[in-house]
């Protein structure tokens, strides 16, 4: 791997070293070694190739914050519903289908992965889910599970920050938001990788199979939750999902209200997982952050 060190910067030039231009050059993404230790990678692409081409994923990739408020605030240039269709299950999208079909009660597109003025009218039925009623109503449970973890894992005096606290706080925090009473936190942290490795160019076909198997379980979950929220709503996001009609009278369709409470269970644990973990790393590496922390927590 190439030294983090920027090098000289060139006169009206960005400084990107002779190294940094060789590893974007020869190396991709998609590399098992750099998808371990990206940090490298996205350095290069920030400093001397923003708009980077990775031809390893057939994708441009872009790195800086101004560049991406561009491509997010225009869905008409820069579509989401066709990049997200693009490298869905990628290489493997036909026999992903069917075994959903077959398996898994069906194939549910992301809704939510949409351009408007679909994406608007999906965002409006999800906003009846996400009330600041709904989410004030939650918080003293959250606050007493999160209170629970931190003082048993005081009292051990040592923890994996991944293992012991972020998947499984965020997973217990998603679930009681949905409704799920009943859940197996395995079985979440498995169907949020499956999930997850549709849109990571990465998998095999030996794991598009598997990841494919555990979607399927994890689909006849979520129907069956629906199903009995279709018939006994209960005060819950799921139930507010079923049941969301704007004030024009649409409302979702079974496929799409199964898509969104899949990847409202997904996204929010795996993400706030993977923020939370980013933030142990840092405090556990970063001194002057650490203490920063403790004196604002006294």
Known sequence: MASTNPGVKAAGKCPVSAEHANLLATASLKDPEISAYPDEYYAAMRLGDPVHYDAKIGAYLVSRYEDLKTVFRDPVTFSAGVGFQMIYAQGFLDEFKEILERDGGGFFPDAIMSDPPYHTQIRRLMDKAFTAHRVKTLEPAITALVVDMIE????????????????PMTIAIICEQLGFDQFDADKVERWSHAVVQQISAMQTREKMIENAKEMCDL???????????EAEPREDMTSDLVHAVTEDGTRLTFKETVSLIRATMIAGNETTATALTNLFFLLATDKEQADLLRSNCR
């Open 152 to 167: 048993k894992l005081a009292a051990k005096g040592a923890c994996d920050a991944v293992k012991d606290f972020a998947q």
């Open 219 to 229: 689909q006849h979950y979520l129907i069956a939750r629906y199903r009995e929220r």
